[in-house]
């Protein structure tokens, strides 16, 4: 019974991998290069599970990508004050403004925001890549089923090919993984800089 929920399990993440959206995958990685280029700040930013993929992204960037003599990330993560984000749920006017009230005294036009959210519908990420766009900053948003509203309202997007929340999750954080390794490769080869 077990083996055969992994091998079915295996499966539909196979096949999600193999129908990822290449031009999709490297417009993201484009925007992210842009930013690490022009020295822009990169804020990240998820809800439940995709809130500690955001925290990973974070660690991966600002730490992974550390190469000794290079240029670092400036990256921040939403998700990770804990204080802060109860503070603003409690006193602000809700949780629907919880990253969006982070962004406001820190955000600068071409800064790049970056949100995984599963369903593409969350409210406190919708607000918040909305008030970056309209103030000229760089949106990015990995989701999945079919994009949810985040696909009309994100400037670039990567859309998970997956129906299922924990295969959605499982492939946002392959791909971070697979981003910076990339880069983390560019950059100890000199390509990035």
Known sequence: MLREFAENYKSKLIESIDKVPFDQLEAVVNQIIRAFKEQRKIFVMGNGGSAATASHFVCDFAKGC?????????????????PIITALA?????????????????????????????????????????????????TIAFTGFN??????????????????MERIEDLHLMLEHLIHLYLLGEIEAGRLK
Request: hydrophobic content about 35%; charged content about 20%.
């Open 147 to 164: 994009g949810g509203k985040i696909k009309d309202l994100a400037k670039t997007y990567l859309i998970v090919p997956s129906d299922n």
């Open 66 to 82: 550390a190469v000794k003599g290079s240029k670092k990330f400036k990256i921040i993560g939403l998700t990770d004050n804990i």
């Open 90 to 138: 409690n006193d602000a006017s809700s949780y629907d403004e919880i990253f969006k009230s982070q962004l406001e005294p820190l955000l600068e036009s071409n800064d790049l925001v970056i949100a995984f959210t599963g369903s593409g519908n969350s409210k406190n990420i919708l607000n918040a890549i909305g008030y970056a766009n309209s103030n000229g900053a760089q």
